[in-house]
């Protein structure tokens, strides 16, 4: 399982998890990280997009060696002009890309005549942190906003709220991971960090 922490910081995108998975019953250290990065072209200007997967290890490992090469196409479809553009690719490309990728996996389940996925992804992009959940709903959190997803999300997200005064963005996403680590069993091992 997994904690996903995110935190908006003077247009900044700060992002944390922990690195343990649960297989088998038991729970073991990835080495594989659960952030990822792509760069992308946004306005002719390589852009970071991170992202976090919380879910099946599975479906992170195929979105690592697919999602990169599936979204190359759409860059070209939006100029990302303003943060409007930006959601609306979000909406439009990215997110029908990871149902698209989930599916052709068969990492998607028939809920109620609803295919939903077994994970969610967090996303920091130009500024935003995202969130897709797992019917492929997207939310879009801006300055000062933080959320948390993965098995330790409600640990996550008291930490993000009772740190809302700490100054250093690294130190408070970091911290809310430490939480979960604390005290949700399924959370573990090492933090990982990246910012836009």
Same mark, same amino acid.
Request: charged letters at 20%; aromatic letters at 10%; glycine letters at 8%.
């Given at each position: 399982?997994?904690?996903?922490?995110?935190?908006?910081?003077?247009?900044?995108?700060?992002?944390?998890?922990?690195?343990?998975?649960?297989?088998?019953?038991?729970?073991?250290?990835?080495?594989?990280?659960?952030?990822?990065?792509?760069?992308?072209?946004?306005?002719?200007?390589?852009?970071?997009? &991170?992202?976090?997967? @919380?879910?099946? *290890? !599975?479906?992170?490992?195929? /979105?690592?060696?697919? %999602?990169?090469?599936? $979204?190359? #196409?759409?860059?070209?479809?939006?100029?990302?002009?303003?943060?409007?553009?930006?959601?609306?690719?979000?909406?439009?490309?990215?997110?029908?890309?990871?149902?698209?990728?989930?599916?052709?996996?068969?990492? &998607?389940?028939?809920? @109620?005549?609803? *295919? !939903?996925?077994?994970?969610? /992804?967090?996303?920091? %992009?130009?500024?935003? $942190?995202? #969130?897709?959940?797992?019917?492929?709903?997207?939310?879009?959190?801006?300055?000062?906003?933080?959320?948390?997803?993965?098995?330790?999300?409600?640990?996550?997200?008291?930490?993000?709220?009772?740190?809302?005064?700490?100054?250093?963005?690294?130190?408070?996403?970091?911290?809310?991971?430490?939480?979960?680590?604390?005290?949700?069993?399924?959370?573990?091992?090492?933090?990982?960090?990246?910012?836009?």
């Amino acid at each position: 399982m997994t904690i996903l922490a995110g935190f908006v910081k003077d247009g900044v995108v700060h992002m944390a998890s922990d690195s343990q998975i649960g297989c088998s019953g038991s729970r073991r250290q990835m080495n594989t990280p659960k952030l990822h990065e792509i760069t992308i072209p946004i306005r002719s200007e390589p852009t970071r997009l &991170l992202y976090g997967l @919380a879910g099946y *290890l !599975t479906d992170l490992c195929m /979105l690592h060696a697919k %999602l990169k090469p599936a $979204l190359a #196409s759409t860059f070209k479809v939006v100029d990302f002009s303003n943060q409007d553009d930006v959601y609306l690719w979000m909406v439009d490309v990215f997110a029908p890309t990871i149902k698209k990728l989930l599916k052709s996996h068969d990492s &998607l389940k028939d809920e @109620a005549a609803c *295919l !939903t996925a077994r994970s969610e /992804l967090m996303v920091g %992009l130009a500024g935003k $942190l995202y #969130s897709v959940d797992c019917s492929f709903g997207v939310l879009a959190y801006g300055e000062g906003e933080y959320f948390a997803q993965g098995s330790g999300w409600q640990y996550g997200l008291g930490s993000l709220y009772a740190t809302e005064r700490m100054k250093d963005p690294r130190k408070r996403v970091e911290a809310a991971v430490k939480a979960a680590i604390k005290y949700d069993p399924h959370c573990g091992g090492e933090i990982q960090y990246m910012r836009t």
